[in-house]
């Protein structure tokens, strides 16, 4: 994955949130802030690019401070056409390309050891699609509040209770991810199309 920032000429109505390309080379772009001027938005870019298949190793090294090889990012983002949009000249124009490895992890066989659990990331790392990352660990410490309070001082017993009423159902949603999250209907109507020409409605009808 790799992502950026820079002052930018507002888009669409100044709102809008672009997903685009399919589940194996996929761009977002949206404004996180208000620009320097009042016709500029602070607009945040990702290219997210399948570097390898599921099982493989990891593709260089997990590290959340990795800059980015420019020239190759850039080369990457030539492909995408956005109307109204020069995302090769967004990219362009932001001072730091940022470049970070995309994996999950295997579900684990368990998460509880005594008074010990593991709860968010550190239980359940998955692939960033539809935000399920913070939402899953907001669910956790919901679950594993709500088993202390319960629990009348028996710790271990509220944390592998929590654990039951959580890991099959946090771990589908990793698997989930791997297909693509949310965006994955941006692949199947891809699947569809057999011309440029054809009409959404008769690809993919509502």
């Not at 602070?42 to 590290?63: K, Q």
């Not at 066989?109 to 907001?138: C, E």
């Not at 410490?141 to 592998?160: H, M, T, Y």
Request: net charge neutral.
């Amino acid at each position: 994955m790799w992502r950026g920032t820079a002052n930018w000429s507002k888009f669409g109505n100044g709102k809008h949130f672009v997903v685009a390309g399919a589940n194996d080379a996929r761009l977002v772009v949206y404004p996180i802030a208000a620009g320097e001027t009042d016709d500029t938005l602070l607009t945040n870019w990702v290219l997210v690019h399948r570097a390898a298949e599921d099982g493989s190793p990891f593709y260089g090294r997990e590290d959340w401070q990795g800059r980015a090889d420019r020239a190759s990012c850039l080369k990457m983002l030539e492909s995408f056409i956005i109307p109204d949009l020069d995302i090769h000249a967004l990219a362009s124009a932001s001072e730091n390309i940022w470049e970070y490895a995309m994996c999950d992890r295997n579900p684990l066989p368990r998460w509880s050891f005594g008074r010990v659990t593991l709860m968010g990331d550190a239980a359940h790392p998955m692939y960033p699609f539809g935000g399920n990352g913070a939402a899953q660990a907001i669910l956790d410490a919901k679950s594993l509040a709500v088993q202390l309070a319960r629990a009348n001082g028996d710790v271990a017993k509220a944390l592998n209770t929590y654990e039951r009423e959580r890991r099959e159902k946090v771990y589908a949603v990793v698997l989930s991810n791997r297909q693509g999250g949310p965006e994955r209907v941006i692949d199947f109507v891809l699947s569809r199309l057999s011309r440029s020409d054809n009409r959404l409605e008769d690809v993919a009808p509502f």
